[in-house]
């Protein structure tokens, strides 16, 4: 209901009140997520609703457009981190990896029995008939259950971190990132592939650069035009190196810039 009000505000150019539904509809499928996780019926969960945070990001960043500033940057960054961690963790949970492996039984036993009442919760308070006494006290008790859940995060927190941030992940910041580049001389450019906008990131121990790239279809395009080049037979003259140039061109142009000279490590997501 959020993601669909931000559409309409969006269509109507009131980008700040799009921002506002678009928020609040990302942690609503953020909470409701790290509550069903690590139930392997609700893998799939996140998957049709990546659109919401690539709607997010392409608010802000047509906020940035508008400001012409580097405030919005930050935002986008860290909206950009939550997207791709969302997609990979989809992807580890179709993977039927079981995650809970290290953790004690008990733990694994709580997540478990809590993860089920959650369920048949939901399931009760979505009954039709259900009476407004009724319906208020399942309510209540779904407040209770999930204050448990995440108590129990907390939990897996001290005694298996790792297990943790998969459940209910940090993503990374522009800060943290920089921390561990070490200096001027290692970069990272990271991408983000939208249906309708991508995303480049060139971020150093001190600086960080953000541009516009066309959507995922053109740029797939282009770099599968390139593969195809350099996976034909050999001729008689090569041309990948020319290929290869024009993907610089399109990809990694930062690179260019005088200020970055001095880069000798490159780091690319």
Known sequence: ???????????????????????????????????????????????????????????????????????????????????????????????????????????????????????????????????????KALEEKLSREEDSYMRLILKMREENPETASLVSPEPSRQELVQGILGDDRTALIEYFLGENQSYLFFITKSGLDFHPLPARQEIEKSVKGYLKLISAPPQKEFLGRLGARRLFDEFLFPLKDRKYRMIEKLIIV
């Open 1 to 135: 209901a959020y993601y669909g009000l931000g559409q309409c505000y969006e269509k109507n150019g009131e980008l700040i009140a799009a921002m506002d539904c678009y928020k609040n509809s990302i942690e609503i499928i953020d909470r409701i997520r790290s509550q069903i996780f690590l139930d392997t019926f609700k893998a799939g969960f996140v998957r049709n609703k990546l659109k919401v945070y690539e709607s997010m990001i392409n608010i802000l960043y047509e906020l940035k457009r508008r400001d012409d500033s580097k405030k919005y940057e930050k935002e986008i960054f860290l909206f950009i981190e939550k997207v791709k961690a969302r997609a990979f963790l989809e992807g580890l949970a179709e993977s039927k990896i079981d995650i809970r492996e290290n953790l004690s039984q008990e733990l694994r036993d709580e997540e478990e029995r809590i993860s089920d009442q959650i369920t048949s919760i939901i399931f009760h308070i979505s009954r039709p008939g259900l009476s407004i006494k009724d319906k």
